[in-house]
């Protein structure tokens, strides 16, 4: 039962994320490029300086937010070749070790992103009009790439476990 409520929780967190943050996210893309492209440019003729950098790291924070969900929800695609032609056994072991090697890219992912991200500011990484560093930015790629590493590793454990990955459904209610 306790491993049910640890997926519960991650499956709770990542949901408040994917809607709280990425749908403010969208909003704010939507409602200001809107506002910015129809009244500002075009009735007023005076585009908000610096949208285009603010629409740019919007849609980096939802595209962040959206790797881990979308991993949860069995949303990243998956070719499967040859599973039909494996043994459930060992396609369940083969899920499982591409689970744990996929799991470690992201953890090096992540490691790689928070380098970047300290070396941002010394070599100018900033958004064009603004001057926005970049480096929050690799830092939140880097905990979102290393929470998919924790949806890959529960995905491992539920095929040791259960025999099966159990994914977030959006059409259920609880």
């Known amino acids: 039962m306790s491993g049910h409520l640890w997926l519960k929780a991650l499956d709770r967190l990542l949901t408040w994320l994917a809607f709280g943050v990425g749908g403010t ?7 200001f490029g809107t506002w910015n492209v129809l009244v500002m440019r ?3 003729n005076a585009p908000v300086r610096g949208a285009e950098d603010l629409m740019i790291l919007s849609l980096v924070i939802l595209v962040a937010i959206a790797i881990p969900f979308g991993g949860r929800c069995g949303a990243h695609i ?4 040859m599973e039909s032609r494996m043994s459930p056994g060992f396609a369940r072991w083969s899920m499982f070790a591409l689970r744990l090697v996929g ?3 992201m953890l090096l992912m992540a490691y790689e992103l928070v380098e970047a991200g300290k070396k941002a500011t010394k070599f100018g990484e900033t958004t064009q009009q ?3 560093s970049y480096e929050p930015f690799y830092f939140l ?5 290393a929470v998919y590493a924790l949806v890959l590793a529960s995905d ?14 959006l059409g259920e209610t609880s």
């Open 25 to 31: 996210m969208l909003a704010f893309m939507t409602l």
């Open 42 to 44: 075009k009735v007023l």
């Open 78 to 81: 998956e070719i499967e070749v």
């Open 103 to 105: 799991g470690g890219l």
């Open 130 to 132: 603004l001057l926005i």
């Open 141 to 145: 790629l880097a905990l979102c790439v």
């Open 156 to 169: 491992a454990v539920q095929l040791i476990l259960r025999g099966r990955i159990s994914q977030l459904s």
